[in-house]
């Protein structure tokens, strides 16, 4: 058996052009995060649409999930990253040409909004086969600790440099340089190379295309693991909607932080966001250490504990840093469970499995989440509404523990 050390990510030109490809869009697309809701309001000073530009970010994965990953598995995963980050560039582009000859609508903004999302999903699937193609299996959690990572910093600092960008340029001038950096993703994503030109699998007949979406499913329902792994997933992402969807009014009810010119809220959010990079960071060291289920049975308690010191406190500095510290318990969970995805499962599976895995997470858990803590909050209180980010990832400890007493109650009889 070889010794011989693994190349350093940095080292692997496929890797590094791919990263900053996610480096480069992942910053277009934070400033878009907060242009695009700001210029539909600007346009149409609805709520209602405000809110439905917001929905499009995770709607996408409810209603094509399952297709864009038996696309990805299906084609040339580099020629569909391709093509859709290309089309996401047009698409966005459209709304300053629209805007330049007077012809812009909500509609227009709107119906941009979803297609973007949507080509970014089809995007997000053939990335869960490309990445392993590139770096291998071995160096998956480095590999994408390292790409999440980045995305984290990206996004705090395109959400922080936004509302400055839009008064220099208005929100139609920062939609351009999103779809500028889509236009260069595409360009760094073909220069990717030393990858399969197609899928494993692909040269003998292949299924229909609705056997072809069944097969995904099978796999993720039959494997023990990855399906506990799943629902875990769900109920975190449960959390992070819940938290996300209600941190306003708990920071204006509970910490005293009223009104949007409170600097404070945005340390907030910030907290949340930043936790994500000390999770990138940990994820490689704790995956050495331990395999990936074992992992959660530290981690997911973790989380609950430091859940439960955001909900109890009213001094904002506290609750500060119990943000930051789950919020790295979260992205652990989170990296871990993609990663463990994608070693177990089979290269010619790899878009239809992860895509519905996050068709069930993000997809489902995210929105539900945001929909029963708003719920909980409107008839009992705010400090109910967060905690049910706090009983889902309980609950997600309790699953993961159970399971894994189970085992070892089978180990110990079969022995």
Known sequence: MSTTPPRPLRRITGFRNFWLSRAVSGLGSAITTVALPVLVFQESRSPV??????????????????IAGAVADRTDRRTLMIVTDCLSALSLASIPAAWALDLLTVTHIVVVAFLSSSLSLFFDAGVYGLVPDIVGKDQLA??????????????????????????????????TLDALSFACSA???????????????????????????????????????????????????????????????????????????????????????????????????LRRRFDAFPLLLGVLPIGALLGLVVVLTTDWRVSLVALAVWGTAYLVVLVNTMTYSQEVTPSELQGRVNTTRRMLSSGLGVPLGALVAGSITVSVGIRA?????????????????????????????EA
């Open 142 to 175: 480095q590999a994408n600790s390292s790409i999440y990572g980045a995305e984290t910093v990206v996004r705090i600092a395109g959400n922080a440099v936004a509302g400055a960008l839009i008064g220099l340029m208005n929100p139609v001038g920062t939609l």
């Open 187 to 285: 360009l760094f994503i073909r220069a990717v190379t030393n990858v399969a030109s197609q899928p494993a699998g692909s040269g003998g007949k292949r299924p229909g295309f609705r056997e072809s979406m069944a097969e995904g499913l099978r796999f993720l329902a039959g494997h023990p693991t990855l399906r506990t792994m799943t629902v875990v997933g769900t109920l975190q992402s449960f959390s992070g909607g819940a938290i996300v969807g209600q941190l306003v009014v708990f920071a204006d009810r509970v910490l005293g932080i009223h009104g949007s010119d409170d600097g404070r809220i945005g340390l907030l959010y910030m907290a949340w966001s930043a936790g994500g990079i000390g999770g990138s960071l940990l994820l490689p060291r």
């Open 49 to 66: 649409l405000v809110s439905l530009v917001a929905a499009a970010g995770t709607l996408p994965y409810l209603a094509f999930g399952l």
């Open 385 to 413: 509404g967060m905690a049910t980010a706090v009983v889902s990832i309980a609950l997600a400890a309790v699953v993961v523990w159970v399971v894994q007493l189970r085992r070892l109650l089978t180990l110990a009889t």
